[in-house]
């Protein structure tokens, strides 16, 4: 990770291009954040004004959010969703986990009990608004044990125990 001041936190400088030469061959990737420019982000109050901030330095997102995407594609890792009246939760698995897995992940009864999986895609959720809309308009799918899970799939799980 190299720390830049905030005229190169978008295309780096001299130092990060040594480093990026440096690294050339390994198996390593180099990131550019600037630490000022993501103090200030944690200054702001809204997600809105984060991303006005963002626009202004000619940045797509946060050295944070980019930490959290790299860390996640390194370790293998992606988000699955869980959303109902209470509550909207975010659960972490390994990419290529099945469904049963994936339902373990919020209590071992869910996998040892799994029937099947109610699965909306993110995208669906996203621009249908909700699971009952989503619902209505077909894109909710029953998916049995051998379903991949999807980096963003809104589940529900239904099990015996």
């Not at 797509?60 to 959303?83: D, P």
């Not at 699965?119 to 049995?144: D, F, M, P, Q, W």
Request: proline share 1%.
């Amino acid at each position: 990770m190299c720390n830049v001041d905030e005229n190169s936190a978008k295309t780096g400088n001299k130092y990060t291009e040594a480093v990026k030469e440096a690294i050339k061959g390994e198996d390593a990737e180099m990131m550019i954040i600037a630490a000022k420019i993501e103090s200030e982000i944690a200054e702001l109050d809204s997600y809105e004004e984060r991303q006005m901030f963002l626009e202004e330095l000619g940045l797509e997102k946060s050295g944070v959010e980019r930490l959290i995407q790299a860390a996640y594609s390194l370790l293998n890792l992606q988000t699955y969703f869980t959303a109902g009246e209470p509550e909207v939760r975010a659960w972490t698995i390994n990419k290529g986990d099945k469904a049963p897995k994936a339902a373990g992940v919020i209590h071992t009864d869910f996998e040892k009990g799994f029937i099947r999986a109610e699965v909306i895609s993110y995208e669906n959720y996203v621009h249908y608004g909700s699971e009952a809309a989503c619902r209505a308009a077909g894109k909710l799918n029953s998916e049995g044990k051998d379903y991949v899970v999807k980096d963003g799939d809104v589940m529900h799980f239904l099990f015996n125990v």
